[in-house]
């Protein structure tokens, strides 16, 4: 038995050993174990739920249908409509990025007489709540601050006060007595988070957690918490943008595949509602020079027009460079194989760059025509056929696929100027009552280059 009475715990993947290692055999990451003591009392348990023995389905009084909505639509709609009482929501992302920014102003605008909001702070004094608070504008007669990392404490707060809502910023700074370990450490992190999640559900409270993540890539932080809470969300940036994507990650009460979209002004966050030609450039239904392609994508219930940028030049390295930004490494290596097989093109002796505009990141397959087409415009180096949008997903075979909601994406693009269409073959006869759009259907791969390019290699 392990009579050290600590265990090591990888950060990554939560593999648990009794010796320190320095390699993770689960998850293969270097130097990444972390002591741990082990307690006494053994794991804490959540012995206070109300139905800790099995009870009927029936006979439980399931949580409160009635969200409770911020007014800031973009914030309420990745929530899937609401904050639902009494659950727990983590809010990772990157120092700076405006996690407090965002709570702030979410606090002031849940506050009211019958829902107290109390923002517990261990990184800002109240004089720095204010003075942000004044900043954004915010001025409510229900919303407490505290500046306070005890946790104990911070219960006792919550106990006198009773609010609807909790904010806890950051959960890194907090620390509990009934674990001996530094605040911050990956077992304080744990064990504060699942004791405020005990609470929350108790007292059908929302508590937010924010959550530090490093630039590594959440090492110490929201990672571990992430099974502990009810949803996640992350806040992220493009690197100077003024603009911020906050991401459903997890969602037990909605859908995890929306996004928000706002903008950091000198006055506090503003909602970006009007997306559709948010990562174009101004330019881009004017011109379009080689290696472009637009695609209208769906996250969620939103749809917004991304550019396609690709770069293809020869490589004086023994394997070409292959870079792929706001797409999956392998999802480029897939399709340019397919461009070499069915296209005839080759990329042996080629580099390539490719880039989503605008920092946005895809992962539906409804892009790959525009990839594929964005590439071989750049090999050839000609441009697509002006205010061309492809749409569709390709498979091994060099065949166009079929994808899902196509008539709203062509509506989304022809309200943005965009005129012609590259669209599966199949999908042809589902649209229809578009005019003044000309709809191009295609079979296959090579059928999408010719018609795609053909006028311009012909001039
Ligand atoms: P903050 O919310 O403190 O970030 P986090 O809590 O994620 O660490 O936001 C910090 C940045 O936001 C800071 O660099 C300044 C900027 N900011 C604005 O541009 N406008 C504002 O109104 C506020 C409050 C902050
Ligand atoms: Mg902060």
């Not at 409770?68 to 639509?73: A, C, D, P, R």
């Not at 608070?133 to 104990?152: C, F, K, N, P």
């Not at 064990?191 to 630039?215: N, P, S």
């Amino acid at each position: 038995m392990n009579k050290g009475k600590s265990r090591f715990i990888c950060q990554n993947c939560q593999h648990i050993s009794l010796n320190w290692l320095g390699r993770c055999p689960e998850c293969g990451e270097w130097d990444i174990f972390h002591e741990e003591k082990i307690s006494k009392r053994g794991p804490s348990r959540d012995s206070n739920f109300s139905y800790a023995n099995p009870t009927l389905l029936k006979e439980i009084n399931g949580y409160s249908q009635n969200r409770h909505t911020s007014g800031m639509k973009e914030f309420d709609r990745i929530l899937g409509g609401g904050v639902v009482p009494g659950s727990g929501i983590l809010i990772g992302g990157e120092p700076g990025i405006g996690k407090s920014t965002l709570l702030l102003e979410i606090g002031s605008r849940l506050s009211s007489s019958k829902s107290l909001v109390l923002y517990v702070s261990g990184e800002e004094s109240p004089g720095q709540s204010k003075l942000r608070a004044s900043r954004l504008g915010i001025d409510s007669d229900y919303l407490y601050v505290s500046s306070q990392t005890d946790l104990e404490e911070i219960i006792h707060q919550i106990g006198e006060l009773s609010p609807k809502t909790v904010i806890i910023d950051s959960i890194q700074t907090m620390h509990s007595e009934n674990h001996n370990s530094v605040a911050g450490s990956p077992s304080q992190i744990r064990e504060c988070t699942a004791h405020l999640m005990r609470l929350a559900k108790q007292k059908e409270i929302t508590i937010f957690v924010i959550g530090h993540v490093t630039k590594e890539g959440a090492i110490a932080g929201p990672k571990i918490l992430e099974h502990i809470v009810d949803t996640v969300l992350y806040f992220e940036s493009e690197r100077n943008s003024q603009y911020r994507i906050l991401r459903t990650v997890k969602n037990r009460f909605g859908s995890t595949s929306e996004i928000g979209i706002f903008s950091m002004e000198k006055d506090g966050l503003r909602e970006v509602t009007d997306s559709s030609k948010f990562f174009l450039r101004d330019s881009s239904t004017d011109e379009n020079p080689s290696g472009t392609a637009i695609v209208p994508t769906i996250e969620g219930t939103r749809s917004f027009l991304v550019e396609v940028e690709a770069l293809v030049g020869a490589s004086n390295l023994a394997v070409p460079r292959r870079i792929a930004q706001g797409i999956d490494y392998n999802r480029l290596c897939l399709l340019l194989a397919v461009l070499e097989k069915r296209g005839g093109l080759r990329f042996f002796d080629q580099d390539v760059y490719l880039n989503i505009a605008g920092g946005v990141k895809v992962s539906e397959p409804a892009c790959d025509l525009a990839i594929t087409l964005a590439v071989a415009s750049s090999l050839k180096n000609t441009p697509l056929l002006r205010q061309t949008v492809a749409i569709g997903e390709v498979g091994l075979t060099g065949e166009i696929k079929p994808v899902s909601f196509i008539e709203r994406r062509i509506r989304e693009a022809a309200k943005l100027g965009f005129r012609r269409y590259l669209l599966p073959y199949r999908e042809l006869r589902k649209v229809t009552n578009l005019p003044k759009v000309e709809l191009i259907g295609v079979k296959r791969v090579e059928d999408a280059l010719e018609k795609g390019m053909k006028e311009n290699i012909n001039a």
